[in-house]
C-alpha cells in the first residue's frame, strides 16, 4: 500500500451482476469499509445517491441494460456534488480512456478506472485517493473568476512594484536534492489581495507591459538567488516568457545585461518557453533563442505534449530540457495510456539528452512512478507549494530529510512505516 490516506466509509457499488457486486462488496469489507451499498443498475444508482447524501465514493460499472455508466455518469455531473468515481469495466483500456477524459471534462471526481476482474490492490489504490485534496480545489495557475481589472491598473501595479515572485521547488528524483525553482508571478494587489496569474496574466500578456512584468521578475529572482547562493545553495531558477517577449527583440539585449551585472552565472537562469510562444513571430522567436543560449542560459519548453507539433519544435529550438506537463503526469501511476504517453516523453527526452522535469506531482505515487521510469527532476504539491522567496530556506531545512528518504526505496518504506508528512 503507498499511501496512508483515509478510505471511504460509505460505498455504492452500481454494477448489473450480482456475482460482480458481491465480489466488489467483499474486496471493500477487506479493506474495513463500514457501509457498502448496491445498485442493480444505473436508474437504482441515481435514486440512491439522491437519496442518501451518506454516499462518499461510487464503484461503477460501464456496461448495464437501460442505463449504461456512460449515461450515469453525464447525470451525476447535473448533481451540485456527486461522489467520486471508480470505474470498472472489462472493455479495452482505448475506450476507458476515452470515458476517463470524459468524465473529467464533466467536472467528476474519477478516483480510478479498473479493467475486470478486479485486483484487490488496485482497487484499494484508487479507493485511497479519495481523502487526497482533488486539484480542482488546489490553488490553480489557470484561469479561475475574479475581480475585473484594467490596463491601467497594470500599468499602475509595475510603478508601484505590486508584482512579486513566488518560488515552487524543482527536487531530483534520484537523491531528493533541491536543484532549482521557477519563479511565479502574483500580484499584490492593494483592494482584492494576491492574485495568482489565472486572474490576470492573460491581461498583462494583451498589453504592451509583458516584457516589463518579464524583467521584474527576473530583477526579483536574481536578487532572491544571489540570498541562496550566499548561504550555501547553488540552485537554479526557471523564468516563463511569454510569446509577447519572445517577439521583443530587444528583450535579449535586457536579460543578458541584467545577468551579467547580477553577478548570477547565466547558466543558473532556466528560461521556459511554451509552444505557442515559439510559433508566434517565427524569425524574431527563433533568434532571441538562439542568442540567450548562445550567452549560456538554459532554454526548456514548458508543457511539453500539449501541442500538436511539439516535437517538431524541439528541431528548431535550441532546448535544454523538457518540462512534461502535469496532464501526462498526475494519474499515470493507473492509467495505461497516460503512462505510455509519459514513458514516450521521457525516452525522448533522454535520446536527445535533454534534462526532464515533470509538473503536476501530486502524490506518493506520482513520484513513485516517475523515478522508477528514470525522470530527472519533478515538481508539484507533494514536493512544496509556491512561497516567497525568504520562505525558501526554512521550507528546505524542513523537508530536506523527507526528499532525501524518498530518494532510494529503502528510504521510500522507512518513510511509509513511520507516515508521510505534509509538505
Not at 195 to 203: C, D, S
Not at 227 to 253: E, M, T, V
Not at 354 to 363: F, P, R, S
Request: aromatic letters at 6%.
Amino acid at each position: 500500500m503507498l499511501s496512508t490516506n483515509r478510505l471511504p466509509q460509505h460505498v455504492l457499488v452500481v454494477d448489473d451482476s450480482e456475482l460482480q457486486r458481491q465480489f466488489i462488496a467483499e474486496l471493500c469489507r477487506a479493506m474495513g469499509i463500514a457501509d457498502i451499498q448496491q445498485a442493480v443498475n444505473g436508474f437504482d444508482a441515481l435514486a440512491q445517491v439522491k437519496a442518501k447524501p451518506q454516499i462518499e465514493a461510487i464503484i461503477l460499472d460501464l456496461e448495464m441494460p437501460g442505463m449504461d455508466g456512460v449515461q450515469v455518469l453525464h447525470e451525476l455531473a447535473r448533481l451540485e456534488q456527486a461522489p467520486p468515481v471508480v470505474l470498472a469495466s472489462a472493455r479495452e483500456h482505448v475506450l476507458l480512456n476515452v470515458v476517463e477524459n470524459m468524465g473529467k471534462s464533466l467536472g467528476l471526481r474519477l478516483l480510478g478506472v479498473l479493467q475486470k476482474p478486479i485486483v484487490h490492490d488496485h482497487l484499494l489504490a484508487s479507493l485511497g485517493r479519495f481523502s487526497v485534496t482533488p486539484l480542482s480545489s488546489r490553488a490553480s495557475e489557470h484561469w479561475t473568476p475574479g475581480p475585473a481589472l484594467t490596463e491601467q491598473e497594470v500599468f499602475r501595479a509595475l510603478r508601484a512594484k505590486e508584482f512579486v515572485a513566488y518560488f515552487q521547488p524543482k527536487v531530483r528524483l534520484a537523491d531528493g536534492s533541491l536543484k532549482g525553482v521557477e519563479a511565479l508571478v502574483r500580484w499584490e494587489h492593494p483592494e482584492h489581495g494576491l492574485l495568482t496569474p489565472g486572474h490576470f496574466i492573460e491581461l498583462v500578456e494583451g498589453s504592451r507591459y509583458m516584457s516589463e512584468l518579464t524583467l521584474q521578475m527576473l530583477d526579483m529572482a536574481l536578487r532572491q538567488c544571489r540570498k541562496w547562493h550566499a548561504a550555501g545553495l547553488p540552485i537554479s531558477f526557471s523564468l516563463n516568457l511569454s510569446a509577447r517577449s519572445l517577439a521583443d527583440s530587444r528583450l535579449a539585449d535586457a536579460i543578458i545585461e541584467r545577468v551579467a551585472v547580477s553577478g548570477i552565472a547565466p547558466q543558473h537562469v532556466i528560461l521556459e518557453i511554451t509552444e505557442s510562444a515559439i510559433m508566434t513571430d517565427l524569425g524574431t522567436t527563433l533568434g532571441t533563442l538562439a542568442r540567450l543560449r548562445l550567452k549560456g542560459f538554459g532554454l526548456s519548453v514548458d508543457d511539453y505534449g500539449t501541442g500538436f507539433s511539439c516535437m517538431l519544435q524541439l528541431s528548431r529550438v535550441p532546448c535544454t530540457e523538457l518540462k512534461v506537463d502535469r496532464a501526462f503526469v498526475h494519474g499515470a501511476s493507473h492509467n495505461r495510456h497516460l503512462r505510455i504517453l509519459l514513458e514516450s516523453a521521457l525516452d525522448i527526452a533522454s535520446k536527445l539528452n535533454l534534462e526532464v522535469v515533470a509538473e503536476g506531482v501530486e502524490t506518493l505515487e506520482d513520484w513513485l512512478l516517475l523515478r522508477d521510469l528514470g525522470c530527472g527532476e519533478v515538481q508539484g504539491y507533494f514536493v512544496g507549494k509556491p512561497m516567497p522567496g525568504d520562505a525558501l530556506l526554512p521550507w528546505w531545512r524542513d523537508n530536506q530529510q523527507r526528499m532525501q528518504d524518498l530518494g532510494p526505496m529503502d528510504g521510500v518504506l522507512q518513510v511509509l512505516a513511520g507516515g508521510l508528512p505534509g509538505s
